[in-house]
């Protein structure tokens, strides 16, 4: 998509009022999917969906295993795609994920997971950017409130509005351990976020971010009026939701970590071009800028072995 | 109280495993104030008690409002007394609240709440140390899990396990905005901190604490044990907490302070003398060494028309 018109301009020297968004939240339709109309309207007033305990057994079990082998693989360490704690040398986030482990690519392709994007979205999509992030007991710490969408529009130029998040929680989340926290609605409106943005800034905003934060004010309207939810529940819960939704979580207070994997799906009609609000656009394992073919559902080895046991699960015993 | 055995060593340069407490929980009995058995029991078990809407209507109002004069007094800023958050300008806390507020004052010497202390203690008390906490909005960070115990034993040394914490709350507290977190049980175990104690600590303790924290695996054994409870309630709860309770907060992500009032009470069989694990004994601000004459419940202009109010308030209309 070849696009000069910034819809969304930010980080400008001097701050400006948020406005409501301009593009739609879902793109398709009940028949495009497995989302149900009631779940589309829910996905575009509140701007996201939680699926309690979407996986389970031996899938999530796999999943699990996978994410304490990435996280002490020597072949990791020192990349840039591994993010530390601001604190600490603490394991905080590993990025593009989907070339690291054949696992979570597929997870990334999963049939259950990715005609949910693409009916969201409209299209057909590809992975954005990809992740797992760690958060150790009692070292993990928070991120304030942002909006994903206001970074990759003004860092990566990601156009419009057409993408959506998923993550996959593969330790149970409860209030200690510092879960993600949603404000319903907030996805409705842009808040323009001020000061210029420095060079090389995701060296600093990935461990701390103080640009690209929406003022107190905005934050507080759009809390007033939609509240504060937090993603609580069982490992193997799976949560969608808008690029432009406001996000936040605090630290991790409880001893175990709260881990999850994280895929961003963007419509192949929303590529990026040049940053909007910055001079660079940010490296590949942030922003994607090898393919944007679209994603093809996982049809892998170990799909086959599930859908064989989840097929003797239904078998009377 | 004069000693010069320490009974819990704390700040040597190894690290040295957790033991249980050489001092009582309890020290008085039903019939020496309002507490019941019950209450005394939970108290010895739990190490705290919480009394939801302790305070409410026009006493309530009384607080907040002087909370917020407090605040914004021009005559505070630049004390000592008064400290800001760790990356901002935003006031955090104000000590010794009960010289510079008489309504404070006051109510650390409450007829409702006094009686509870001695009753714990069992004996006549003076304050330790007196506060408000604001945890302002957004910008409010949490603190890390501790004992406020190890810190007044070492740093200003508090001879023996015989305080006890009152946090009246003057704002809503619920998840959102940083209430405090409790490790039930974690009062009956000492948890030795390595490490020296720098000059001056407390300039930075009272803003990030890093010194005087506990190891993780003692404190992942009494979270296991023990579970954590979150103090939220609306304005006007009071949380009494025994001095050794392991407890933490998180950050304020609301827009709204979390604020509350906090005294502590201390035997005037257990005043400080010389610190047990620094060089110094911290400033007065922090660790009263004007004044251990036992409090005498106050009985003051404003709490006979509050005796008024209540007693309007029970007539039939």
Redesign the interface.
Known sequence: MATTTDLYPSRKSEPDEFFPRRDPTVYGTPDDGPLEQEQLDRYRRDGFLFFPGFFSGNELGQYRKELSRLCCDPDMAGREEVITEPDGEEVRSIFRVHHHSQLFDELSRHPRVLPMAEQLLGSPVYLHQSRINYKP??KGK?F??HSDFETWHAEDGMPAMRAVSCSVILTDND??N?PL?LIPGSHRYFIPCAGPTPDNHYRQSLRVQKLGVPD?DS??HM??SGG?E?AIGPAGSLLLFECNLLH?S??N???TPRSNAFFVYNSVFNTPDRPFGARHRRPGFLSNNESFAPLKTARAKHRTDLARETDSALRPA
């Open positions: 007991g009692f928070g304030n409130w209030m200690y510092g926290m107190t934050l507080a809390i007033e504060i937090s936040g605090n630290a207070m409880s001893p």
